[in-house]
């Protein structure tokens, strides 16, 4: 996880009126202008349109080429990954700022209603656009993506998980600490990467995966990634005392995620539209690690819903 970094939150101050505007590269890319940040997205395959927000450069890598054959799958920045950034006080970045980028996406890509999909916390940002427009969703996907977050039961449940860990696995993951450079004399974007990099064995089911290609070409804004990630979803909880999901809702979770513990999503198996799928030999990325099975349990769970 990245360290630490409290920001105050303003969570009650008015968003300014926002502007919007498209640009189409070609047919299958553009950008979306929200606010002066330019959000790059790219659409690849054929069949049902899914909205995958997040990045336009990374996660086009995750997923498999079969299921293109079946999801028209538009990949899209949120502002952290966005070539072209425009600064604003981070005191006002909420969440609901964030809701707002993905209705003017949804908005510039002319979806009424869409299949909304995110991995890590952008499947969480994802649920709560869905909680504030379910109107516009027509299902919800989340991969690896906390129900809850940045507070002590999180802290727990990721160290008593990490305790189950093979001895291999946690001697590798010190080893891999000991080797990070000095990030004083570093640019931002190799400091995200390497701490991704060294933290492979917390992230992924083999724990020496070759993960840094996945960065290749990314672009990092890190003081908003700090800010969502140490301001907006600190202490977050998902549910209330009555958990209930929006709209029809998969939850895709790795058994070997020690980042985001799939234990914590055990307790809301029984939520109506709450469909819970746990990956044996998979850690963060299960649409990467188990292409297949990922593949067939979403398309069927589309069908069957």
């Not at 996660?59 to 080429?65: G, I, K, N, Q, V």
């Not at 996907?141 to 449940?157: D, H, K, L, Q, W």
């Not at 301001?231 to 058994?255: Q, S």
């Not at 055990?266 to 709450?274: I, S, T």
């Amino acid at each position: 996880m990245l360290s630490s970094f409290l920001l105050v939150l303003s969570l009650l101050t008015a968003s300014p009126q926002r502007s919007v505007n498209i640009h189409f590269t070609s047919p299958s890319s553009g950008t979306i202008k929200v606010d002066g940040t330019e959000l790059s997205y790219v659409a690849e395959g054929q069949g049902i349109p899914c909205l995958v927000i997040g990045s336009s450069v990374y996660y086009p890598r995750t997923f498999s080429d079969y299921l293109r054959k079946h999801l028209r799958l538009y990949f899209v920045d949120m502002r952290w990954f966005a070539k072209t950034y425009k600064e604003r006080n981070l005191n006002s970045f909420t969440v609901n700022t964030l809701v707002e980028d993905v209705d003017s996406i949804r908005k510039a890509l002319k979806f009424e209603k869409i299949v909304l999909m995110g991995h890590s916390i952008h499947g969480t940002i994802a649920f709560e656009y869905a909680k504030r427009h379910p109107a516009n969703v027509s299902h919800l996907v989340m991969i690896g993506s906390p129900v809850i977050f940045a507070n002590r039961e999180y802290a727990t449940a990721a160290d008593s998980l990490w305790k189950t860990a093979s001895t291999e696995r946690r001697q590798l993951q010190e080893y891999n600490w000991s080797r990070l450079p000095n990030f004083d004399q570093h640019p931002e974007l190799q400091e995200v990467v390497e701490n991704y990099v060294a933290m492979t064995p917390k992230y992924w089911y083999n724990p020496s995966y070759p993960a840094r290609g996945l960065w290749r070409g990314m672009t990092i804004h890190s003081s908003l990634l700090h800010h969502l990630y140490n301001g907006i979803f600190l202490n977050y909880k998902m549910f209330g005392k009555k958990p209930k999901v929006p709209v029809l809702t998969l939850v895709a979770e790795g058994k070997f995620d020690y980042v985001i513990p799939f234990g914590l999503w055990d307790r809301y198996k029984a939520v109506p539209n709450l469909t819970l799928c746990l990956f044996e030999k998979s850690g963060h990325t299960p649409q990467l690690e188990e292409p297949e099975r990922f593949d067939r349990v979403l398309i069927e769970w589309l069908k069957k819903h």
